[in-house]
């Protein structure tokens, strides 16, 4: 069974938002585009290479995808395995795209995903795409997250855990902490969630 791995940039108040430039998501007059980039580290990023060169699909909403699409056809040298993967789309509207190979879900997105998940093939990488996540974690579909934590908050902006997130538990299988404060860990889901007396 193919697994659905999240990784993402995020602040420690949550936000997922455009975290790689100024113009990369301005949805809900979001200012702050771009708050990654001071935090650039050799020890976070020899981590992400690392992850990123494994065997993957992608799964994306719509706005990643396009954001994407525009850039990564251009810079396969940086990423080569982004452009060969498959990429799958949750979309209503799109239909088709010039980046192939490219697969495009519409209708009942956690039906079909979790159809993917029982198909052979790569484990599922998710960057960015907010909406969609909500969708798959409100449907427990997530299996791990590559979190990559960053020392600042933002107060507002788009939230990974913001919209219907079930109770669940995870365990932490692997951490990293760049010389930046930037704290890479990964989470790995670890059934449901117990609880007990302190005393």
């Known amino acids: 069974m193919r697994k659905i791995i999240v990784f993402e940039h995020i602040t420690l108040d949550g936000v997922i938002q455009a975290g ?6 301005r949805e809900g007059g979001f200012a702050y585009g771009g708050w990654s980039a001071p935090y650039s580290d050799p020890v976070i990023e020899t981590l ?11 799964l994306l909403g719509r706005k990643t995808f396009d954001i994407w699409g525009a850039f990564w056809p251009q810079h396969g040298d940086v990423w ?15 239909t088709s795209s010039k980046w192939q190979p490219s697969v495009f879900l519409s209708g009942d997105i956690a039906n079909k995903i979790t159809g993917l998940k029982q198909h052979q093939g790569p484990d599922l990488h998710v960057w960015g795409s907010s909406h969609l996540l909500q969708t798959l974690m409100k449907h427990d579909l997530v299996d791990m997250f590559w979190l990559m934590i960053y020392p600042l908050t933002l107060g507002s902006g788009k939230r990974l ?13 692997e951490s990293k ?13 670890a059934g449901a969630v117990t609880t007990g007396s302190q005393l």
Do not use: C, H, Q
């Not at 060969?84 to 799109?94: C, D």
């Open 20 to 25: 790689g430039g100024p113009d990369e998501d």
């Open 48 to 58: 992400l290479r690392k992850l990123m060169n494994e065997p993957f699909d992608l």
């Open 80 to 94: 080569p395995g982004v452009n060969t993967a498959t990429k799958y789309v949750a979309s209503n509207t799109m």
């Open 161 to 173: 855990f913001s919209d219907g997130t079930i109770p669940a538990a995870f365990k932490v299988t």
């Open 177 to 189: 902490i760049g010389s930046s404060g930037v704290i890479a860990v990964n989470y790995e889901r």
